[in-house]
């Protein structure tokens, strides 16, 4: 069944009165949960998606496929939203679009959030989840990628760093817009069309807890980055984010991982989410789905670093 895409500016214009409201940091955390929940039927699913509900290490999780349900690939996606909101609701059409462009099984997983279940409770979750793919669901670790955007980009990193240092690496990484030091205060600005630099630090906050800032699993942008797996990343070049995102991409670099790195002029924050109603938007899952699945099947591991500052070409991503 064909798309049906809506202009980018009509897009735009219509997400930034939602995302004033969402993201309100004078909102409890409650409310912009269920602002977010309300608001997620919107994005559709792709056809032939299967949507089986499963729990992973405990928690509720999702498998998401598209087309053929039976994949010896798969990819454990962690959702964004500071931490502290966001679901399988919220994400599912996103992993669904991922999961047609990667053809691989997507797992969205409910992982703890706070100010319930502050740091580390989401970064176990993570990896719980991921041995346990491994352990129960018959998948090798090289068969299996971790993707996420925003917090859930970090979480990814958080998690990956923890595997690695453990033995076990995933094949590749797909990150949408990290957030990888949530404890920074030296944004440039204070707000773009979707994060405002206001709720973003008191969710960084009630993450935090009693923790530690300078810790690599709360702040990896802070830690050591030496063996982690390829890199696919994302980031639009008017988010708060940007100048964080482009100092972790730096560093990556200097410590040695393969880098596919793709700044997006017109896209917002995590504009991924609006794949099923956004032209642009789809071409970029299918972009970062197409890496993942390359790497995913690939009989061995690409030597060279590689990084790409450029977006891609629409008509390569039609």
């Known amino acids: 069944m064909k798309s049906f895409y809506v202009p980018l500016p009509i897009v735009a214009a219509a997400l930034k009165p939602f995302y004033r409201v969402a993201l309100n940091a004078r909102f409890s955390f409650r409310t912009q949960r269920l602002i977010l929940e309300a608001a997620a039927p919107v994005q559709t699913l792709p056809h032939g998606t299967v949507a089986q509900k499963l729990t992973l290490a405990g928690r509720r999780a999702e498998r998401i496929t598209v087309g053929a349900t039976e994949r010896d690939t798969a990819i454990l996606y962690l959702h964004g939203g500071a931490y502290t909101i966001g679901s399988i609701n919220t994400h599912r059409s996103l992993a669904a679009h991922l999961a047609r462009?990667?053809?691989?099984a997507v797992?969205?997983?409910?992982?703890r959030l706070a100010p319930e279940n502050p740091y580390p409770a989401g970064l176990d979750d993570a990896v719980a989840a991921f041995r346990e793919l491994v352990r129960v669901h018959g998948f090798t670790a090289d068969r299996i990628a971790i993707a996420g955007d925003s917090?859930?980009?970090?979480?990814?990193?958080?998690?990956?760093?923890r595997l690695v240092d453990d033995g076990t690496s995933p094949a590749a990484l797909g990150l949408i817009s990290p957030w990888v030091d949530p404890g920074a205060r030296d944004a440039a600005k204070d707000r773009d069309l979707v994060v405002n630099t206001g709720w973003s630090y008191s969710s960084a906050d009630a993450y935090l807890g009693a923790g530690d800032p300078l810790d690599q699993g709360f702040a990896p942008l802070l830690g050591n980055l030496d063996g982690l797996p390829p890199i696919v990343m994302h980031v639009g070049t008017d988010e708060v984010l940007y100048a964080q995102i482009t100092a972790f991409a730096d560093k990556l670099r200097l410590s040695g991982v393969e880098l596919e790195h793709v700044e997006y002029k017109k896209l917002w924050h995590v504009?991924?989410?609006?794949?099923?109603?956004?032209?642009?938007a789809a071409q970029a899952v299918h972009h970062m789905g197409s890496y993942l699945g390359r790497k995913l099947r690939a009989a061995q591991p690409i030597s060279t670093s590689e990084v790409s500052l450029t977006e891609p070409a629409a008509g390569d991503l039609a």
């Open 101 to 104: 462009e990667s053809a691989s």
């Open 107 to 111: 797992y969205v997983l409910d992982y």
């Open 151 to 161: 917090a859930g980009g970090g979480l990814s990193v958080a998690a990956a760093r």
């Open 271 to 280: 504009a991924h989410l609006q794949a099923s109603i956004l032209r642009e």
